[in-house]
C-alpha cells in the first residue's frame, strides 16, 4: 500500500482512540461532576438522536466538501469537543459537546474512507475497516482508565488533543 494509504490508516485509528477514550467516561464525567442521572441520560439519549444523522449528511455532502477538509477539520473537532467534555465544569457545555462527540467520528470517517477507497483501488485497506476501528476502540478504554487513575479527567483531554493532533499529522 502506498504511504498516503498508511497514513489515512493510522489516522483512522487515531480517531477511533480519541472516540473510545473520551466514549467510555462520558457517562462517569457527567456523573463525577453532579450533572445527575436524569441529565446524564438526557444527554445519552440526545446523543443517540444525533447520530441517526451524520453518515447520510456526510453522504449527502461528499460531492460538496473537499474531503481534505473535513479529514483535517475532523480530528480538531473531535479533540476540542473532548477538552469540553472533560473539562466543563457546568452541565450546558458538558451536554452539548457530549451530544455531539461521536457524530463527528461518524462523520470524518465516512470521508476517510471514501478518500481511503479512492487511493487504493485494491480494496485492501478497505478491507482492514475493522481492524482501524478495532485497534482504536480496544485502546481506548484502557489508557483512557490509566489516565484518568493516575492523573484525572483533564489528562483524558489532554490525550485526546494530542492523539489528534497525529491523526491531524496522518490526514
Keep these: 500500500l502506498p504511504r498516503v494509504v498508511w497514513a489515512g490508516i493510522f489516522g483512522v ?29 438526557g444527554v445519552l439519549v440526545a446523543l443517540g438522536v444525533v447520530n441517526l444523522f451524520p453518515a447520510a449528511l456526510a453522504g449527502a455532502l461528499e460531492r460538496r466538501l473537499p474531503a481534505r477538509w473535513v479529514l483535517r477539520t475532523g480530528p480538531v473537532v473531535q479533540a476540542a469537543l473532548a477538552l469540553v467534555i472533560v473539562n466543563a465544569l457546568s452541565f450546558a457545555p458538558y451536554a452539548a459537546a457530549a451530544s455531539v462527540f461521536a457524530a463527528v467520528m461518524i ?12 487511493l487504493d483501488p485494491s480494496g485492501r485497506a478497505l478491507a482492514a475497516t475493522p481492524a482501524m476501528l478495532m485497534a482504536g476502540a ?22 485526546a488533543a494530542a492523539v489528534g493532533l497525529v491523526a491531524l499529522l496522518c490526514f
Design 138 to 159: 480496544a485502546l481506548g478504554p484502557i489508557l483512557g482508565g490509566t489516565l484518568v487513575q493516575w492523573q484525572g479527567y483533564p489528562a483524558l483531554g489532554w490525550a
Design 13 to 41: 485509528s487515531a480517531l477511533a482512540l480519541v472516540q473510545s477514550m473520551i466514549f467510555s467516561f462520558l457517562e462517569r464525567v457527567g456523573a463525577d461532576r453532579g450533572f445527575g442521572l436524569t441529565a446524564v441520560t
Design 107 to 118: 462523520f470524518t470517517h465516512t470521508f476517510a474512507f471514501g478518500t481511503l477507497a479512492r
